[in-house]
């Protein structure tokens, strides 16, 4: 019984042991569900808003045409016996490029030029019997002078002259300015196609640029003013142009037609070629943000402002544009002005009123 009793007691003891043990606190019971638990600024970076002249860029599309290009082609249709010089080449002025088969013209110039001069010695001695110590016709008077050529021939003979000499040149193509030969075609020994010029004449030295731009642009251009041109194969090489012609007609598509005059400063040009024209001008007065800085809230132009540490939503109209940058109108309340710091990284899901930890943007 003894026994019993004392088994009895220890496993009372033992029973008892948990219940004694210190309660311990939960560590994160404590945490769920409080709302005072305050949320890490968001990380943007800004800038200073700035008002002053608005640099735009009229963009254009154009081509490239020779400041000087002519189409030759013979008269006649009479075999080619001589080509001088071949596509790419480089020409001088009055220089023969080809020529016809052409002996017929030559015995009709030899003909001419014989009978001139047999005149020419018939007018003479008219001119010396007319006049004592006369040598030439300048020592006798006009009027004696008309009456002497029609006598001995002479007017006749020239004209007759000058005939034949045009028909010879016209079966000699010469270069009537400096420049390279383009789309020539025909071989030596063949005849001329009658449809199409002999080849081209291209003074690829200088260039002009023909864009278009839209009617309400013509205002901001004038004679003179510069166009940076950008050829659409050697994008990263640049030419610098002027304006030197502006069509004053509106086509049907509401564009007039500009041109501009570069130089072929490396010889990369080439006739026919596609390029960009650039035309930076200025608009005086305008808050200027980078195009980053604007942000649609509800379809509406928002810029966000740094406003005691918080973010400020302003909303906006876009005016000017370049590639870069927008000029502004503050709408509906805003505050924007010269001078406040704007956020134009990490707006893009900014909301109005939140904490952030602003960083200024390196420009």
């Not at 030969?181 to 030295?205: R, T, Y």
């Not at 142009?241 to 007039?256: A, F, M, S, W």
């Not at 005691?308 to 709408?331: A, F, H, M, Q």
Request: net charge neutral.
């Amino acid at each position: 019984m003894k026994n019993l009793i004392y088994f009895l007691l220890v496993f009372c003891l033992f029973c008892s042991l948990p219940a004694c043990k210190k309660k311990t606190e939960n560590k994160f019971g404590n945490k769920l569900g409080d709302i005072g638990a305050k949320a890490d600024p968001i990380k943007v970076e800004g800038q200073l808003i700035e008002f002053g002249d608005f640099p735009i860029e009229l963009v254009s599309n154009g081509k490239l045409e020779a400041y000087q290009k002519a189409s030759l082609k013979f008269r006649g249709n009479e075999k080619v016996l001589r080509i001088n010089y071949q596509n790419g080449a480089w020409v001088e002025a009055g220089q023969l490029i080809a020529e016809q088969d052409n002996q017929l013209e030559k015995l009709d110039l030899e003909q001419a030029k014989l009978r001139m001069e047999r005149v020419r010695i018939d007018r003479l001695a008219l001119i010396v019997g007319h006049k004592i110590g006369a040598r030439s016709p300048e020592d006798i008077p006009v009027e004696a002078l008309r009456r002497f050529n029609m006598q001995s021939g002479y007017d006749e003979a020239e004209l007759a002259y000058q005939q034949a000499l045009i028909r010879y040149e016209y079966t000699r193509l010469t270069a009537p300015f400096s420049g390279r030969i383009a789309s020539l075609d025909c071989k030596e020994q063949n005849s001329p196609a009658g449809d199409k010029p002999f080849c081209l004449i291209v003074n690829d030295k200088e260039f002009e640029v023909v864009f278009p731009v839209m009617e309400n642009e013509m205002a901001r251009l004038h004679i003179g003013q510069e166009v940076t041109v950008k050829p659409f194969a050697m994008d990263s090489v640049t030419y610098i142009g002027r304006i030197t012609q502006i069509n004053p007609l509106v086509d049907e598509h509401g564009n007039v037609t500009i041109k501009a005059q570069v130089s072929n400063k490396d010889g990369h040009l080439v006739e026919g070629m596609n390029v960009k024209a650039l035309i930076s001008d200025k608009v005086q007065g305008g808050l200027i943000v980078p195009k980053e800085a604007v942000v649609l809230r509800n379809n509406q132009q928002v810029v966000f402002s740094l406003l005691n540490g918080r973010s400020y939503w302003n909303y906006v109209e876009s005016d000017l544009e370049n590639s870069t940058s927008y000029t502004i109108r503050v709408v509906k309340a805003g505050i924007l002005k010269a001078g406040d710091t704007i956020i134009t990284k990490g707006n893009l899901n900014l909301a109005n009123d939140a904490e952030l930890e602003f960083k200024f943007h390196a420009k």
